[in-house]
């Protein structure tokens, strides 16, 4: 992460520290990831977008009131997990996270692929890939980007807080592509869609 991201973090930590010290009816919620791989997911608590699982491990514990509150992990070529928790006044909690690859996933050749680069400020930005959560966008920075089969793609770029970017490519093999953008600030009440999600019905307490 650059200077930029990790300001932010230490600004979340102290905000969450100070929270909790001055609201000990509060309780916390630390995840921790199992694998590199699971700290890429995106986290939704109660159906909003919070973001990526790296960002929110240890020191930027989630600090929530007391209650039930429902949490779902996205990550492109994963199983979603979906759970329920709940939290006591002045409660520390630990959820560990491990993702199961989805089941049936084939991937074409390097050879028959696009390369997709995206340079996104802020970036803990997401982006979906027709409203499929697919990571945050400085994963995809840099030489490696992401790769995609040939094809007409919707890309929505997301981040609460601000406004999203959306636009459609179509990808031919062998081609580099480049989505380059800054978002601007806006209103929370003027989210893209992709940062809801609805959680399914078989949710399970922790």
């Known amino acids: 992460m650059r200077k930029e991201t990790s300001l932010l973090g230490v600004v979340w930590l102290f905000a969450a520290a100070s929270a909790f010290a001055a609201n ?7 995840i921790e990831a199992a694998t590199r791989v699971d700290r890429n997911a995106g986290l939704w608590l109660d159906g909003q977008y919070m973001g990526f699982v790296k960002d ?3 020191s930027g514990r989630l600090v929530l009131v007391p209650g039930e509150h429902r949490l779902l992990f996205k990550l492109v070529g994963f199983d979603d997990i979906a ?26 050749e390097k050879a028959n692929t696009a390369r997709l680069r995206v340079s996104v400020k802020p970036e803990e930005a997401a982006i979906f890939i027709n409203d499929a959560y697919a990571g945050h966008t400085d994963r995809f920075d840099g030489r490696r980007g992401m790769r995609l089969a040939p094809g007409t793609y919707r890309f929505t770029i997301a981040l609460p807080g601000y406004e999203s970017f959306e636009t459609e490519l179509t990808l ?11 978002l ?9 869609g992709a940062l809801t999600a609805m959680m399914p019905d078989d949710t399970r307490t922790q």
């Open 83 to 108: 759970t329920t928790i709940v939290v006591e006044p002045g409660e520390q909690k630990r959820y560990r996270l491990s993702l199961s690859p989805a089941a049936n996933l084939s991937y074409p």
């Open 172 to 182: 031919r093999a062998g081609q580099d592509y480049e989505i380059k953008t800054e």
């Open 56 to 58: 929110l491990e240890g």
């Open 184 to 192: 601007a600030a806006g209103s929370l009440e003027n989210q893209a």
């Open 24 to 30: 000990p009816i509060q309780g916390e919620v630390e």
